[in-house]
């Protein structure tokens, strides 16, 4: 569900002292102030929309296969799937370095 973790959660966490990375499992948990929090702090922060992408891309092969009543082998589908996380991986990486945090 969305926005159930705010900046006093976050707070929480960050307090604990062992924290070494947010990444978001549901469609946005955090909300835009806990973010800003992780963010205040020097915290790795991966929202859910990268760090979900393989279930989010699946999905949208899932409902592709349904509109177009196809059915895709198993292969097919892990082909697409790849393909589409290769590409969210090298614009990731191309973000990452024109804000100069390469690699």
Do not use: Y
């Not at 806990?34 to 409902?63: I, Q, R, W, Y």
């Not at 589908?77 to 990731?92: F, G, P």
């Amino acid at each position: 569900t969305q926005n159930e973790l705010g900046p006093a959660e976050a707070g929480l966490l960050l307090a604990g002292g062992r924290l070494v990375c947010v990444a978001e499992g549901a469609n946005m948990p955090c909300t835009a102030p806990a973010v800003d929090s992780f963010h205040a702090a020097g915290m790795l922060f991966a929202p859910g929309k990268a760090s979900n992408a393989g279930g989010v891309a699946t999905s949208g092969l899932e409902m592709a296969q349904n509109a177009q009543r196809l059915s895709w082998t198993r292969q097919e589908v892990d082909s697409r799937l790849e393909a589409i996380m290769v590409d969210i991986h090298a614009k990731c990486a191309e973000t990452a370095s024109a804000h100069g945090c390469p690699g």
